[in-house]
Nanobody
């Protein structure tokens, strides 16, 4: 079992930055691949970024590449999403997800644990 709790969301002006955190409980965190997804108003959930269990592999959606950075600290059971140069179109609920099978993938169906989400609103 893995429980995920996101934090760090909020309201920010375009061009600003936020850092999201996802605190995980459970012994399998350090071997889990982790991902961030988001769902904007009236939109389907979409992939944002993933990171392998070791942190050695990362991958980003084209829409956030060069602006967002995913990282993890296995000693703290936490994964982060640093978001810079935020745009109004980044407005969404951001979800942290864990794949305890360790598979690094952009597909949500492979992630078996999800957090409750944290709202990010970017004003223009």
């Amino acid at each position: 079992q893995v429980q995920l709790v996101e934090s760090g969301g909020g309201l920010v002006q375009a061009g600003g930055s936020l850092r999201l955190s996802c605190a995980a409980s459970g012994r399998t965190f350090s071997s889990a691949a982790m991902g961030w997804f988001r769902q904007g108003p009236g939109k389907e959930r979409e992939f944002v970024a993933f990171i392998s269990w070791s942190g050695g592999s990362t991958y980003y959606a084209d829409s956030v590449k060069g602006r967002f950075t995913i990282s993890r600290d296995n000693a703290k059971n936490t994964v982060y999403l640093q978001m810079n140069s935020l745009k109004p179109e980044d407005t969404a609920v951001y979800y942290c997800a864990a794949n305890t099978g360790g598979i690094i993938t952009t597909q949500a169906k492979w992630y078996n644990y999800w957090g409750q989400g944290t709202q990010v609103t970017v004003s223009s």
